[in-house]
């Protein structure tokens, strides 16, 4: 009896913020001005037993949840529907407070609370005549139109409400915030570093310490502590070092250090930053495994493959270059994900590294390897003319440069057989007859005898 009564008085003393116009209620309380004094107990009429409360629509009408409460605000009508609004939340929250845990009246009057929030949130946050494009510290901000995917803002760490909420993404990092949040962001857009200083941590989780970096995060310089006052302290197993909650998320990553020193490919917990600047470095070639580690190439199998398949493939290249079948059919485009396989075979990336991990870059390799061959020695008569013949044995099939069965000379590029090769020397024969020739061409003529 004593919530029957609350609630009353609380829908007798409260109208709809968002009705200007005067209601039946508001013209029969201006008539009644001279009447006598009526309570609320008396005024309000008793419901009929086992009907919910909640359902009813003048009482609806009460709280100021009737209406649309996504339609733009009218003209200078914005701040005291702001003001009401508020005032509105916080008595449904002392609502919610009174009624009994877990009751239909209490889910039907936090609803009613979350519908209030929105229309306040939609009221405080404008999306009319936002431009499309900004350019802040180097991040190029593109204005979303999705309205149905949850993001969190990167800035503030909180939910990006697509529906009522306008929001901004960098076109180059990922970088997603709300537009209230766009001046405030300090965090210069990654893809510039990756621009200008495309290179690896490749020292395994570099920690210099917590006192090295003041005790403050190392990107927003708030201050953390390991014991978590005032903020955890979350250390990047990329960089090394420790990072306030709002700048590290605990996101995953592989590390490029760990896999090339200990072939390790488990995702740990990065930053914020450093998870965009491995993501956006990825697919780049910048790992020469042949310095960094060239013992890696003794435990890993598959490496020592993929890298004998690659130097096949770029002594295919010159065959494909010089072929009007080749250029036409666009037989190179076959490695456009991995341009660095026909121009070099020491780099590198990371996904070049996950791939070999998982099997799948041997698998690929390979069938491109089989296309390209099948061109060269069967498909194309050009091609095939641009074969070698053996110059120790003079016998047996023609030769090319990438089969397994033979030799290429690294100076003149002659091929051989291998067997041929190593057997008669290890010096090129084709390579010595032209040093006899330039021999016998720049050679000093001998004194005159009868001189």
Known sequence: MEY???????????LNPF???????????????DAPEVTPEQALPELPPGEPEFCCTERVMDL???????????????????????????????????????????????????????????????????????????HRFYKEKS???????DKCNTIIWGLIQTWYTCTGCCYRCHSKCLNLI???????????????????????????????????????????????ARQCDYTGQYYCSHCHWNDLAVIPARVVHNWDFEPRKVSRCSMRYLALMVSRPVLRLREINPLLFNYVEGLVE??????????????????????????LLQLQDRQHFVENDEMYSVQDLLDAHT????????????????????DCERCQAKGFVCELCREGDVLF???????????????????????????????????LRKQSLFQEPGPDVDA
Do not use: W
């Open 19 to 33: 009705n200007k116009e005067p209601g039946p209620r508001q013209h029969e309380q201006r008539a009644s001005e």
């Open 359 to 378: 099997g799948r870059l041997g698998c690929s390799l390979t069938e491109t390897h089989t296309l390209f061959a099948k061109h060269i020695k069967l």
């Open 306 to 331: 993929i890298r004998k398949l690659r130097q096949d493939i770029l002594l295919m290249k010159p065959y494909f270059i010089t072929c009007k079948e080749a250029m036409e059919a666009r037989l």
């Open 4 to 14: 029957d009564e609350k609630l009353a008085r609380f829908r007798q003393a409260h």
């Open 186 to 232: 300090s965090k210069p857009c990654v893809r510039s570093k990756v621009s200008h200083q495309a290179e690896y941590e490749l020292n395994i989780c570099p920690e210099t310490g917590l006192d090295s970096q003041d005790y403050r995060c190392a990107e927003c310089r708030a201050p953390i502590s390991l014991r978590g006052v005032p903020s955890e």
């Open 64 to 138: 100021g949840l009737s209406e649309d409460h996504f339609s733009r605000p009218v003209g200078l009508f914005l701040a005291s529907d702001i003001q009401q609004l508020r005032q509105a939340i916080e008595e449904c929250k002392q609502v919610i407070l009174e009624l009994p845990e877990q009751s239909e009246k209490q889910k039907d009057a936090v609803v009613r609370l979350i519908h209030l929030r929105l229309k306040l949130q939609e009221l405080k946050d404008p999306n009319e005549d936002e431009p499309n494009i900004r350019v802040l510290l180097e």
């Open 147 to 153: 309205k149905s995917v949850k993001q969190t803002c």
């Open 401 to 435: 440069p990438f089969d397994s069965h033979t030799s290429v000379c690294t100076d003149c590029r002659a091929v051989f057989h291998r067997d041929c090769y190593y057997d008669n020397s290890t010096t090129c024969p084709k390579c010595a007859r032209l040093t």
